[in-house]
């Protein structure tokens, strides 16, 4: 049977319609889908701070960019945006962990780099300290020489890009069982510290899973410190030093952190 040409220009007239409603539809089932995930990650986050009998903010109250904008997670790229914040005392140790992103290029060219962070108050006050994966510029840089820290570890060494102000503290802190400890992590976070903090980091946003590992990994760290290196560098200085992080024991969402 021949199909009437007005019919079938109709038909074909009304199919980029139907395609285009589709997509419409898939577009908005995809958004519904999302905002439902980030709103159940936000009550699981909540959940682990009550968990933890900490604070938990779903925006951020302090510009934690700028407070920690000394260490390069926090001072790279521009639209600098923390969230999903838990804050407080753990183990009577000032903890703050967050949801972090930032974007470097414009335009066509943006990317978003997105990270769970965790900044933990230290007995000590430490240089500068940076330990990150190692990738192929690295590798060029020490062929150059421009390399950085090695250690007796020839995987760790492979494996990590470790600077710091002072190379013997560096050693010190990243002692032969610290390393045996962060190479059993199998991808440990990115690591900094500077005077009484450290930072840790991994990429991505994951589950409130990694906001616990990034703690264990984070109270290992501060376990391990040598008692020499407790002993120089002194809980005395670090608690003088007035760069804590927030704790959000006693502050509403509006205040300024200690």
């Keep these: 049977m021949e199909i009437p040409t007005g019919l079938a220009a109709a038909v074909a007239g009304a199919i980029p319609c139907l395609l285009f409603g589709a997509v419409a539809a898939l577009i908005v089932v995809a958004v519904i889908w999302g905002m439902k995930k980030a709103r159940e990650r936000r009550e699981a986050l909540a959940r682990l701070a009550a968990e933890w009998g900490i604070r938990f903010y779903a925006d951020d109250p302090w510009d934690l960019a700028a407070r920690y904008g000394g260490f390069d997670l926090f001072n790279s790229g521009h639209s600098r945006r923390a969230s999903n914040i838990l804050a407080g005392d753990i183990g009577g140790r000032p903890v703050v962990m967050c949801d972090y ?33 190692e990738n192929v510029l690295d590798r060029i840089a020490e062929w150059v020489g421009h390399g950085d820290l090695n250690f007796e570890s020839e995987e760790f060494s492979r494996r990590y890009h470790v600077k710091c102000e002072e190379p013997k503290f560096a050693y010190d802190i990243l002692h032969e069982r610290l390393i045996e400890y962060l190479l059993g992590c199998g991808e440990a976070p990115t690591l900094a510290m500077s005077g009484p903090l450290m930072v840790l980091a991994f990429d991505g946003t994951g589950t409130a899973d990694v906001f616990r590992r990034l703690l264990g990994i984070g109270e290992h760290i501060i376990g391990s410190i040598p008692d020499y290196v407790l002993t120089a560098r002194g809980t005395a200085a670090a608690k003088g030093a007035g760069d804590a992080p927030p704790t959000g024991r006693s502050h509403s969402a509006g205040d300024a952190p200690a």
């Design 101 to 133: 992103q930032y974007k470097t290029g414009s335009g066509k060219n943006e990317s978003t780099h997105t990270f769970q962070a965790a900044v933990l108050e230290m007995p000590i006050v430490a240089p500068r300290l940076q330990m990150r994966r």
